[in-house]
């Protein structure tokens, strides 16, 4: 394994690649010393970027690959003709060790299929997850999962997520001892579907050592009541996304209404730095970097859409994901709930 | 029955009962010419109040009831003790013809289960939904629904739903043919649930005669892609507080960020009367009214927390309800629905 830590970037994937990939680059090795990349993609225009940015060319190397993976391809076509490009080529240098994690903004359903191929599933864990930030009113980010990797999980499933989570949001946050909740219709014990309800038994039976707060509804995500959130991909995608349309939603609307009138502008344009704080925080680019979790090795997807800064700060995610330990973390909770599930009940309440 | 139309109304329900019910019943009043009330509830306090409210008393009966609900009873202890209560009344007028409409801002799960028992699902729904607006970018408001009556739904139980919800949206927005979507994770007919394939599938082959859009995702609810977005209600009760959250904690923000410092502040003063749309525009109060449908007989939720005028927004909920025709609006397509279901596959095949 290579010195240091190595991140493995889809030079051709996302909206405006690859200039913003080259610019996010250029930011988070300016913002994070130490950090090295292999660039992946068309070798002549990533040169040439390069060439601009100074920061990143000094810690990149470009890896040339044939081809870029387009939006409009299929996860089963990534499968059969992605070999030789860019998106391949990043997740190809994360299993054959050279480098720590890869980065992609491009089409989100062909890099999980991709990664999913070379880099299976780890040892414990049955199915992998998609987890994101989001915003919360204690001034964090709350990590929630699944947000889209699978349409539904049963309770063995949910408790491995739960695991994962609380490790990633440990190794983004720095805090010690992030807490979990499931997310529910209700904070009581006899709420929701069977597999909620039987995750909550397996955390609080087999003993896996997360601080487990019970359930939570979908309002407690943007409070910040726990810092991960536990659902399967189908009710995740749903929440995230119903999230984000609202805060555009609400983002519309304030701008519409500062300029419906001239005092309205004049008003707005005195708390012009007073609302670009809240618009920073409310940007999709400052808590970017969706982690794809339970593989042997780090994938992180950036938004499409993000700009060099949004990009810069998945590249943050896979630094962090990079220098922590959240392998072993995971290893010794995941190692219980196995237990737990391989032995039949009597021998569980005997071991009790 | 009645002439015109007879609201009955549970007068110790909410958290700010019955001061703000009789505040609501008087704007109610004076906006909606033609409207009866019965307020259900402890007729002294009552009266006290009908006195300070011209408006109201002039077409309002208090009819007393012995107790109220409290907001800590479970359902199944309502059924049990909630008969002579306020709530309990306010059902039981609707039933007996008294009263074309209810409505509580009490007990949810009570208030629930009381016109469950008491009123009865209609023939054609297998379950009730509860179905609540939420503001869109487009300057209207979506009907979600299921939104908490049931954690799940099957392909025909979404169906009904759907046939409901868009009876609903035509009733209070006056909209000839809204549009309808299934609540999803993407667009495509492969994905999802294998209930929501069914719900889509169903809808193309019975003939159920709405404006059927396909599948929409979560940031569809705020941007208003289609005028009703159904779901189960496990689904729809994340999504709604999930949205909720996610804009008091924009609004949050936003206040914060507006009182930061002194050109904060100014710019905010200059600025207040555009703020003030916009708070309008998402206060939970301005879209107040959640319908329990599917039940024979129209019962509408407010929010506990709702003030005089968003507790008369639930009353023209109801209002608008009594006077639609939905009932023979939805007949037709419940029965198409249910012919369809009736009848194997080789029956269907040969009739179309």
Do not use: C
């Not at 970027?49 to 993976?69: C, N, Q, T, Y």
């Amino acid at each position: 394994m290579v010195d240091g830590v190595v991140l493995s970037i889809d030079g051709m994937g996302g909206d405006s690649a690859p200039d913003i990939v080259v610019e996010g680059v250029e930011i988070a090795a300016r913002a994070m010393p130490g950090l090295r990349f292999l660039i992946h993609g068309d070798s002549a225009p990533l040169n040439a970027l390069l060439e601009r940015h100074p920061g990143a060319k000094a810690v990149s190397e470009v890896v040339a690959a044939e081809k870029a993976i387009g939006m409009e391809i299929k996860p089963s076509q990534a499968l059969r003709q992605g070999k030789g490009s860019s998106l391949w080529n990043a997740v190809a240098a994360v299993e054959e060790g050279r480098a720590h994690a890869a980065v992609s903004a491009g089409n989100t359903g062909a890099y999980m299929a991709i990664a999913m191929f070379r880099l299976r599933t780890m040892e414990g864990v049955h199915r992998p997850a998609l987890a994101a930030r989001w915003p919360a009113a204690n001034g964090g980010y709350v990590v929630m999962l699944d947000v889209g990797a699978n349409v539904s999980a049963d309770g063995q499933q949910l408790v491995e997520f739960a695991i994962m989570g609380e490790a990633f949001q440990r190794a983004v946050s720095g805090k010690a001892r992030p807490s979990v909740a499931l997310l529910n219709v209700g904070a009581e014990d006899q709420k929701g579907h069977e597999e909620i309800r039987n995750a909550a038994q397996l955390i609080r039976d087999t003993g896996v050592d997360i601080d487990f707060q019970g359930f939570v509804e979908g309002d407690d995500i943007s409070k910040g009541t726990v810092d991960v959130v536990v659902t399967d991909g189908f009710t995740g995608n749903i929440a995230l996304k119903t999230g984000e349309g609202t805060a555009r939603l609400v983002g519309q609307l304030l701008k519409e209404a500062l300029t419906s009138g001239p005092f309205a502008m004049l008003g707005a344009a005195i708390a012009t730095p007073a609302l670009s704080k809240l618009r920073k925080r409310m940007d999709p680019g400052s808590f970017n970097g969706a982690l794809f979790l339970g593989l042997n090795g780090l994938v992180v997807k950036s938004h499409g859409s993000a700009n060099g800064p949004g990009y810069a700060a998945a590249i943050e995610v896979a630094a962090k994901m990079a220098r922590s330990h959240y392998r072993e973390e995971i290893a010794q909770n995941l190692q219980r709930l196995a237990n737990a599930s391989a032995s039949p009940p009597e021998a569980q309440s005997a071991a009790n």
